[in-house]
């Protein structure tokens, strides 16, 4: 069975520029969460969807935003990007909300 | 006071020894427990879910839950050095109840298997 994937896989970007990072969660899963990863602040939360809707949602500002479509695939969008958004974003999937998560390699964005 | 607390380490293990990994959590409505292992530069990668208090066994590992003390451990046992990772504890997220299981993780432990 396939694993998360997720595109791309590396990213440069401008400062005020925006960005849409792609996942496409492990067939049969649908649930998909996604993580901001920095040496600084570790692994932190952005947000998760099941079934299209948000069911939960981190502590990061508005230019932070994601989507489900109907087959469970997910993208997250930051807008107004700054240096500090430069990290590892992960993207995770389960097959529903209370079953464990499985990451896929990761997105590195560096914003210059 | 952090939802999730690991030991940062580094914690330096001989090859052949077994390594401990420990992780409290402050939810006493907690129900689930994960143990990922994360190379530097990659991914994380599951190792070992918990739901019931007890150990669970799977090959070197084992995970070992404490409900009443609120703690979650990992053994490795026979420890190799391909082991040397940094792992990651995670529990499901304050006031947690079906619909609403958001994992929160700790920062991680660094373990180095010395040769």
């Known amino acids: 069975k396939a694993g998360v994937t997720q595109t791309p896989r590396y990213l440069i970007k401008t400062r005020g520029q925006q960005v849409t990072l792609s996942c496409s969660p492990i067939s049969g899963h649908r649930s998909v969460s996604w993580y901001q990863q920095t040496p600084g602040q570790g692994l932190q939360f952005l947000f998760e969807?099941?079934?299209?809707?948000?069911?939960n949602k981190g502590n990061f500002p508005g230019r932070f935003s994601g989507r489900q479509f109907s087959n469970s695939r997910s993208e997250m969008n930051v807008s107004t990007l700054e240096l500090g958004d430069s990290a590892l974003y992960l993207c995770?999937?389960?097959?529903?909300?209370?079953?464990?998560?499985?990451f896929g390699p990761g997105t590195r964005l560096t914003v210059t | 006071q952090k939802e999730v607390e690991q030991n940062s380490g580094p914690l330096s293990v001989p090859e052949g020894a077994i390594a401990s990994l420990n992780c409290t959590y402050s939810?006493?409505?907690?129900?689930?427990f994960f143990w990922y292992r994360q190379y530097s530069g990659k991914s994380p990668e599951l190792i070992m879910f918990?739901?019931?208090?007890g150990d669970k066994e799977d090959g070197r590992f084992t995970a070992q839950l404490n409900k009443a003390s609120q703690y979650v451990s990992l053994l490795i046992r026979d420890s190799q050095p391909s082991d040397s990772a940094t792992y990651l504890c995670?529990?499901?997220?304050?006031?947690?109840?079906?619909?609403?299981?958001?994992?929160?993780f700790g920062t991680g432990t660094r373990l180095t298997i010395i040769p």
């Open positions: 939810d006493r409505g907690s129900q689930s």
């Open positions: 995670a529990v499901t997220g304050p006031g947690a109840n079906f619909g609403n299981e958001k994992l929160t």
């Open positions: 918990i739901y019931s208090n």
């Open positions: 969807y099941f079934s299209e809707t948000q069911r």
């Open positions: 995770a999937s389960r097959r529903a909300i209370i079953y464990e998560q499985y």
